[in-house]
């Protein structure tokens, strides 16, 4: 049995507000609103659309999978539509989202992936929900084996990118700073390799902030990124300059996953003390901030967030 439509209360309204995994994306927005009261008819249309945009598609899927009751509402889908891919999908990625929460045995969101993969052979979806799901970081290579399956089917996806480089950060995290890392290696090549109008350019900013979060966490950089030397070092101020100059030039602004990437590149010119260039930033970004970085190693994000932005702005 489909479970009631959820209240909408106050404070779910500003948590909503706060961080919400839907960025700027008004049509998702409503979508996820229609799902959240059991009108499944309103994803169908929104996943129809998207169609191939497989950033896009990412995107919205894992915004809508989010949603507490998206497993029961998709069911509900699937027993409407038996054969719509759309709806294996966003079932496989809502029980991700359940297995990561703790609500769900991982083996089976795994096998809910593995089925929508079969249903859409051609699509990354299921294979960055298998990817989300990989957590060990270790020198196995289930999560390069992950990665290689989903860059098959699009070579450029950005969610990707961004998990790969969060879990290549995990390793050695005993062994403390290294400038040669292997993460600052492949956040490098990624970005070399990438279109000259892909945000994948400012992965090494993403890879530098990464390896910070596991050097905090392991005791080696203080708990106050702004305190850090991380962001100081000459290699560092070399990444952040070029990813800084890259977005002054880029002039393709209808990526779905934008904002991340300009969040991660605020968040690196506040700690590296460049104010102006952090305000221009975050002008940009407006009020949709995003749990990583501002939540390196351990904080409140939004707070974060909010204190660094009025810093920046004059408002504080």
């Not at 990464?210 to 560092?236: F, I, K, N, Q, T």
């Not at 690196?268 to 501002?294: D, M, N, Q, S, Y």
Request: glycine share 6%; net charge neutral.
């Amino acid at each position: 049995m489909s479970p009631p439509p959820p209240p909408f209360g106050r404070g779910r309204k500003r948590a909503a507000q706060a961080l919400d995994a839907a960025l700027d994306d008004a049509e998702l927005v409503a979508a996820r609103a229609a799902l959240a009261q059991g009108r499944w008819q309103a994803a169908r249309s929104l996943l129809v659309r998207t169609g191939d945009d497989w950033d896009r598609r990412g995107h919205r899927v894992t915004a809508l999978a989010l949603e507490p009751y998206s497993a029961a509402w998709a069911r509900d889908w699937l027993l409407a539509e038996p054969d719509s891919a759309d709806a294996a999908v966003l079932l496989a990625l809502a029980l991700v989202q359940r297995a990561l929460r703790g609500k769900e045995k991982p083996e089976r969101a795994r096998e809910a992936c593995r089925d929508a993969a079969a249903l859409v052979p051609a699509d990354p979806t299921p294979w960055l929900g298998l990817l989300m799901l990989e957590r060990d970081p270790g020198p196995a290579g289930g999560i390069e084996r992950l990665f290689a399956e989903v860059r098959r089917r699009y070579a450029d996806h950005h969610h990707a990118h961004h998990l790969m480089t969060a879990r290549l950060a995990e390793r050695h995290a005993d062994a403390g700073p290294d400038p040669l890392h292997e993460v600052y290696d492949f956040a490098n090549r990624s970005a070399l390799h990438a279109p000259a109008d892909s945000p994948l350019a400012i992965l090494p900013v993403v890879a530098h902030a990464e390896r910070y979060r596991v050097l905090a966490a392991a005791g080696h950089e203080p708990a106050d990124p702004a305190a850090s030397g991380h962001w100081s070092g000459r290699r560092a101020r070399q990444v952040m300059k070029a990813a800084f100059d890259w977005w002054l030039e880029w002039e393709h602004e209808g990526h779905p996953r934008r904002l991340v990437d300009l969040n991660f590149l605020a968040h690196a010119k506040v700690c590296e003390g460049r104010g102006a260039e952090a305000a221009a930033l975050f002008h940009r970004i407006g009020e949709h901030a995003t749990p990583a970085p501002w939540s390196y190693p351990d904080r409140d994000p939004h707070s974060a967030f909010r204190a660094a932005r009025a810093t920046a702005l004059g408002t504080a």
